[in-house]
Structure formats: C-alpha cells, structure tokens
C-alpha cells in the first residue's frame, strides 16, 4: 500500500444546532468517514444535494475545526499545521468555491485579483508580471484584464477565480460543483483548462459533482457519498456501467443520469425518484441511512438487520468497496 | 375544433432605453407558434434573451421602460384571438416620448396597474398564464406559509366549489409532498427541490392554459431533476395544458419538448419540431445547433464552442453567429460578415425554418 497523500480516517464533524428545543444540540454532518486520496488522482465525491459533500470538501482546506476523527496531509494533521503555519498549508491547498459570484473581490480589477494571487508564489516584479500575463493567456480572458468581476459574464467569472488559484500553484485542488449552472459551451473548458494543469504539475484534484456521468468521465476513483456517510467506493469508473454490482443509491443516481442522455427511456414508467420523500423524516443514526429509499429493502432478507446497523464497507472485488447488507 | 394556436408571436422586439439616448436591443426579431397541449422547449447560452422573451409576454420587465414591439397573439376564446401587444405597447412608446416620461418614471406602479387593468393584461397573469422561476426561493414569499400562498395565490375561478384547503391537499398529494408537514412551514424550512415541487403545485392548482418554467432545474441535483421533469408531463397529460420551457439544458429540452426553437444572442436561429431539430442524420440545420448537438452527445471535438457569446447588447452586422461559425470559417466566400440571412416567414405554412445563408435560396 502505497503512502498516500490525503488520509481521512474515522472522521465526524458535528455542527450546532439552530433549533434550541432540539434534543441533541449536535448534530452530526459527517458521520465515520475514511477515504485515502493518492497523489496526481482525480477524486470524484457524488451525492444528491445535502448529504455533505460541500461540507467534506470545505473539512479538508480546514475551513472548520475538526470535532472527531483525523484528516492528514502528507502524513501530518491539517488542523495542527494550520495552527503552525497556516500561510504553507494554504499555498499547498486550495478550494474553487460553488459560487463564483462571491469569491471574488467586487473592488479589484480581475488584473489585480491574480496579481495578488501571484505574490503569494513569487516576490521578482518581473516574473509576476510575466506570471499574470501567462494566466490571463491560459484562462482566455486577456480582454478583460481591466475590467471588474460584475462586468464580466458567468464563465469569464468562473476562469478569472480558477487562474487566481492556479496562480497559488497548489499540489491540491479541491474542486466543489465547478461546472453546474454553466452553459455547455463553457462546461468543456473549464474542465480541459483543470486536467491540463493536473498533467502538467502533477496535482491532485477533488472534484465534487452530483452528476455521476461527468464524474466517471474524469475520475480514476469514486467515492459516493449519502447522508454524510460513504456508501460505495470504486476505482476506475469508466470501466463500469449502471447494469453493474453497485449500491442501490449509486444504481438511482446512475439511472437519474441516464434518464435525459437516453432518447428511449420513457418519463412515466420509469421509478428513479420515488421515494425522494423520505429523507425529510430525519435519520437518527442508526441502522442505514438508505433504508427508506431502498428498492431492495422488500425483496431482501436483511430487511431487519438494515433498520438497526450500519453496513461497513466491504471489498466487493479488487478495486470495489460496497456498504451494503444486501451485496454479498 | 379549431385550428387558431394558443400563442402565435410574431417579430418579438424588445428594446431598452439607456440613460444617454442609446438603445439596447435585447430582443431582436423572435417568432414561435405554441398549439394547445403542446411543449415548447426554448434554448440557448445565457444572454441569449430566452428570460426576456417570456417576460415581454406577460409585460413584466425587470428594467424600465422596455418597449416592445411585435405582435403577440394570446386565444383567449375558441375562436378569438387577443393581441396581447398592439394596444398597451403603443401607449408604451408613446408614453416615453415627451414631457410625460418623467410623470411614468414617479408613478410607473400605479402607472402600469392602470395600463393593464384597462387591456386586461391582469386577467392573464397568473390565471391563464403562470410562470415559475429559475430560484423558488425568491419567489416564493418568504415571510407567507405554504397554506397562504394557496390561499392568495389560487384564483376563485379554478376552485370548482372546493376550498382551497382541500384544492391545496389534491395538490401536495399529487406531487408527493406530505401534508402533515408542508402546509404549516416556510419556504426558507424545505429544501430547494421541495420548494421547486410547492411551486409546481401552485401551477397545477390554478389551472392555467400556459405554463412558463425558466430553468427550473438548474440548481437541482439531477435525481431532483428528474422528479421534477416527470412532474411537468403528468400535469401537461392530465390537463391538456402547454408548456414553455427555458434552458440551457439540451437533455432537459429533448426530454420533453415536441418543438424547439434555438435563441442566440437575441435571435431566433431555428425554430421547428423536436424530432426534425434533434435528429443527427438531419442535414437542413443550423451549424449553431449542430455544435450543440455534437456537444450534448459526446462526438464534439473540443467539448466546447470556441469563441466568446456575444454581450447582452452587442450587435452584429450581418449573421449574429458568423464570429464563431465553423462553417464561415472553412467556407468564408459565403458572406455572412455582411448580408444578414433573410427572416423566418410565415411559421404556420413551413413548421421547420432556420436563419442561416447555406440553406436559402
């Protein structure tokens, strides 16, 4: 087993509760989560909206402090370095925020917004200037270096943040929704202008989505993600399909996905989303947080065991983790 | 039976007035025909005006004062046709001309409620024709619970002597909503798909002949979008009704739409039925929605269309689309920087028109 470079191992993060008349006053977001990330891999993290996906990828910058459990970067706690030097950690990692909008200084010219970005890297006048000069090339908004963030259109938005953290030149981007809310002619370029980097600096990307076919597209490793626990794990998404062994959840999200590519499929008979309702009864933590959903929960034998204890995850076959009573 | 559309627009142009005597041309020149029971899918990069098209429908501009010119045809009865344009529009060009303009800027709501009250514009808003936007969060009222919004919004001529209690129960029952829960809480209390199904259930209880969605997906995770799609058919099935939907979204159009037309930069480029616009062996099609044809199908060879979309108002001389044309580019004796290609003509006799210089002759 080779050492790797990101190493989430048996992590919770509890977040306060609004609600005062609440029993518990912590509720947990994240619940006995444990990946390890290689270097130069594109990790994909899918799940439907609200099952803690943003939230993993904000834990891993350490935008928040870390309640129980451990995340480690390059064999040492983040949230130790932070404390020690948080100036180093962050030149390593970086996050491309959900909302363009607002990651952007609103009084800075887009010039000036990766200038600043670059002085953090390089302190010569002359190869920051050869540096923003460069970036603006590579993003493709040189005509635009003058202009301010709400003058420009959503995808100039979205590659004016990206050149301002590639200009940190981190070793680990973590990538949250990217392209959602982007038109097509955009969604390709961001993409290519990402994985480009990727092979040129041998990075280590997190590319958070919830649509499970660009994931597979880009990702050599899968981790899918509900109600802030991981369901299933796999290597190699390309060489898999929907009529594979997978969890039940990745099976609903794969037919969601095929649902609009597919001309075939009919919109009335098809079952994907059914059930969607049931999340809004809350889980209380034990037993599995699929069960309500599940298509397989009638059929199964284990239909009792799923009500009272979390599946671990098991090795299906050589590059499968499954966490499900009904997959043997 | 007749044969009358529901929405027939014709030359739909939108132009807005700049404080320095310039005009911004939002729109410029859209045509679509919708029949009854029919699903119009529009699409288009953003700026391209697919929002504003919809919103000169209805007269409601965010920017003021937007005039509109064309012609809006609405069936308001089996046999008669309202124009929804000439009358009210007229008053607004005539209006913003002269003294009277700074008068419309100080009054402009109590100005507009007397404008629409007097060609009943207000009868056809929200009762004929009901639009849901793009965040249901801000249009759903955030300070009303999901009971009141039943309660003000459904109008008293869709009720059929129920109350609206038990019109609003039908309505959360049909799209799985639970009703122990829902009726009693605010938007800001459910999530963004719950919100997204209240608000088609609002749609569904007031009974309209059009409903307009304006990207209703984006934003949605896609096991919500596909809720929401099968949603918006069993509705359009039940209740004969037409759709217009907006978005950038090739998937979410083709799923459902049986025409399309193709917007880019304020323009109609390709109007006509879905199964003609979206077959790849087609070859009278517009190289626009090639490329984006060859995009949503994974056979494009960048993945992207090179080229910058044009600004909200810039205007170019010519075909809008030659800057980034692959066609123009490989072929460029065709002259397309100069003469722009001649307008759709009339939509009800050739279902099927594209506003390109390769196939006219």
């Not at chain 1, 800075?108 to 917004?113: A, I, K, P, Q």
């Not at chain 2, 300070?143 to 003000?152: G, P, S």
Request: glycine residues 6%.
């Amino acid at each position: 087993m080779e050492d790797a470079l990101v190493k989430v191992s048996n992590f919770t993060q509890y977040f306060r509760s609004r609600d005062k008349n609440e029993k518990l006053p912590f509720i947990p977001y994240l619940r006995g989560i444990n990946l390890s990330i290689n270097q130069s891999d594109v990790y994909g993290i899918v799940g439907e909206s609200g099952c803690g996906k943003s939230t993993l990828g904000k834990c891993l910058v350490g935008l928040f402090s870390l309640t129980e459990g451990n995340i480690q970067y390059h064999g040492r706690e983040i949230n130790e370095w932070i404390h020690d030097s948080a100036d180093e950690f962050r030149k390593q990692v970086q996050i491309i925020f959900q909302n363009p909008r607002s990651a952007l200084n609103m009084s800075m010219r887009v010039e000036d917004l990766i200038r600043e970005a670059v002085k953090i890297k390089y302190s010569n006048d002359k190869i920051i200037k050869q540096n923003v000069n460069r970036i603006l090339y590579d993003m493709q908004i040189e005509h635009k270096r003058r202009d301010y963030p709400h003058q420009l259109s959503g995808g100039e938005r979205r590659r004016a943040g990206l050149g301002r953290i590639l200009a940190v030149e981190p070793t680990l981007i973590i990538a949250d929704e990217p392209v959602s809310s982007l038109d097509v002619s955009y969604k390709g370029l961001i993409i290519d202008l990402l994985l480009k980097y990727k092979q040129k600096n041998n990075a280590t990307i997190v590319f958070i989505s919830h649509d499970i076919h660009l994931i597979n597209q880009i990702c050599n490793r899968v981790a899918v993600m509900f109600m802030g626990k991981v369901v299933e794990i796999f290597d190699n998404p390309k060489k898999f399909n929907h009529y594979d062994i997978h969890h039940p959840y990745t099976q609903e999200l794969y037919t969601a996905a095929l649902f609009f590519k597919d001309k075939e499929m009919s919109i009335i008979s098809d079952k994907s989303g059914e059930f969607i309702d049931a999340e809004y009864a809350k889980y209380d933590g034990t037993g599995c947080p699929y069960f309500q959903r599940c298509e397989l929960k009638n059929t199964m034998m284990c239909a009792l065991k799923c009500k009272e204890k979390f599946p671990e995850l098991i090795d299906v076959n050589d590059n499968q983790k499954i966490a499900c009573h009904g997959i043997k | 039976m007749s044969c009358l559309p529901l929405l027939q627009v014709t030359n739909l142009r939108v132009v807005f007035d700049l404080q320095h005597g310039s005009q911004k041309r939002i729109i410029d020149d859209v045509d679509f025909v919708l029949n009854k029971g029919e699903i119009l899918g529009i699409v288009g990069e953003s700026g391209s005006g697919k929002t504003q098209t919809v919103l000169a429908l209805l007269g409601i501009h965010i920017q003021n004062p937007g005039v509109v010119k064309g012609e809006i045809k609405f069936q308001i009865s089996d046999s008669r046709l309202e124009d929804l344009s000439s009358s009210h529009i007229d008053k607004y060009v005539s209006y913003s001309k002269g003294k009277i303009t700074e008068m419309y800027y100080k009054n402009e709501k109590r100005w507009k409620k007397s404008i629409d009250q007097q060609y009943g514009l207000h009868e056809i808003r929200g009762n004929r024709i009901f639009i849901m936007f793009q965040d249901p969060k801000s249009y759903l009222n955030p300070f009303w619970t999901i009971r009141k919004h039943f309660k003000k919004i459904v109008p008293t001529r869709s009720l059929d002597g129920l109350s609206h209690e038990e019109v609003m129960i039908e309505a959360l029952k049909k799209f799985n909503l639970p009703i122990d829960q829902v009726p009693a809480s605010y938007p800001h209390q459910l999530s963004g798909g719950m919100n997204q199904r209240v608000m088609i259930a609002l749609g569904y209880a007031c009974k309209p002949d059009v409903i307009i969605a304006d990207e209703i997906t984006t934003g949605l995770d896609i096991v919500n979008q596909v809720v929401v799609v099968k949603h918006l058919k069993h509705i359009q099935q039940e209740c004969n009704l037409s759709i217009i939907l907006i978005s950038h979204d090739l998937g979410f159009i083709s799923k459902l739409s049986d025409k399309i037309l193709v917007l880019y930069n304020g323009q109609g480029m390709e109007f006509g039925p879905a199964d003609i616009i979206l077959d790849p062996k087609q070859t009278r099609k517009h190289p626009y929605t090639r490329e984006l044809m060859e995009i949503f199908n994974e056979s494009h060879k960048q993945g992207y269309i090179s080229g910058e979309p044009p600004r909200r108002d810039e205007i170019i001389n010519g075909c809008r689309f030659h800057k980034r044309c692959r066609e123009y580019f490989n072929n460029p004796v065709l002259n397309c920087s100069k003469n722009a290609p001649t307008d759709f003509t009339d939509l009800i006799q050739a279902p099927h028109q594209v506003r390109c210089a390769l196939f006219q002759d």
